[in-house]
């Protein structure tokens, strides 16, 4: 098993890790961290619960590992765990999905000038906190289902099963926060055509 973890696919790593393989553990975790992070930010603005619960999640499945199911989808097994961990420990508190955080995504590298790097960095920021203001507005549920279906390409019996709602209502949803979006989008064109002319 110690080979390039990149090269492993999820459902590899979670095989051996049932039985016992730390260097698949270590490699599941280091693949996971960030998204199953920028997801957590998402159900909860509470940083350090969120990467709490990313702890106890792990810690749970390292324990509990020998009982593990093989995951058909080993991200989907994570990110319903990691909701019912969230709300686990934010049982008493309110769990907020409207006060959403910008999620960043990474560049991938390349060889570009720093000005050019500058300008895309700032369009991009731009777009992005435009996007999640966008998604800020959105009610909750729907704001949920959009961003596991896109952000996190879960399939829609996987957002039912999560959300706790049937297949077609995970579809509804989606579809009116896509209504909602584009309508906006057409709102701030019309906007920005009257200001440029």
């Given at each position: 098993m110690e080979q390039n973890e990149a090269n492993i696919d999820d459902e590899m790593l979670w095989t051996s890790m049932r039985t016992g393989s730390t260097f698949a553990f270590e490699a599941l975790y280091r693949r996971y961290f960030q998204t199953l992070f920028s997801y957590g930010k998402r159900i909860t603005p509470d940083e350090d619960a969120v990467n709490d619960a990313i702890q106890d999640l792990f810690v749970n499945i390292w324990r509990g590992r020998q009982s593990l199911n093989q995951a058909i989808s080993v991200k989907y097994y994570l990110f319903r765990s990691l909701r019912r961990e969230i709300h686990k420990s934010q049982?008493?508190?309110?769990?907020?999905?409207?006060?959403?955080?910008?999620?960043?995504?990474?560049?991938?590298?390349?060889?570009?000038?720093?000005?050019?790097?500058?300008?895309?960095?700032?369009?991009?920021?731009?777009?992005?906190?435009?996007?999640?203001?966008?998604?800020?507005?959105?009610?909750?549920?729907?704001?949920?289902?959009?961003?596991?279906?896109?952000?996190?390409?879960?399939?829609?019996?996987?957002?039912?099963?999560?959300?706790?709602?049937?297949?077609?209502?995970?579809?509804?949803?989606?579809?009116?926060?896509?209504?909602?979006?584009?309508?906006?989008?057409i709102y701030l064109i019309f906007i920005a055509f009257e200001i440029n002319y």
């Amino acid at each position: 098993m110690e080979q390039n973890e990149a090269n492993i696919d999820d459902e590899m790593l979670w095989t051996s890790m049932r039985t016992g393989s730390t260097f698949a553990f270590e490699a599941l975790y280091r693949r996971y961290f960030q998204t199953l992070f920028s997801y957590g930010k998402r159900i909860t603005p509470d940083e350090d619960a969120v990467n709490d619960a990313i702890q106890d999640l792990f810690v749970n499945i390292w324990r509990g590992r020998q009982s593990l199911n093989q995951a058909i989808s080993v991200k989907y097994y994570l990110f319903r765990s990691l909701r019912r961990e969230i709300h686990k420990s934010q049982k008493q508190e309110t769990v907020n999905g409207e006060d959403w955080e910008t999620v960043t995504e990474d560049l991938l590298p390349t060889q570009i000038s720093a000005e050019t790097s500058f300008s895309i960095n700032e369009e991009t920021n731009i777009r992005t906190e435009q996007l999640n203001s966008w998604l800020s507005n959105l009610p909750p549920r729907q704001n949920e289902a959009l961003v596991l279906r896109y952000y996190h390409n879960l399939d829609y019996p996987e957002i039912a099963d999560m959300l706790g709602i049937k297949e077609q209502t995970a579809r509804n949803l989606v579809q009116k926060a896509l209504y909602i979006l584009r309508k906006m989008a057409i709102y701030l064109i019309f906007i920005a055509f009257e200001i440029n002319y």
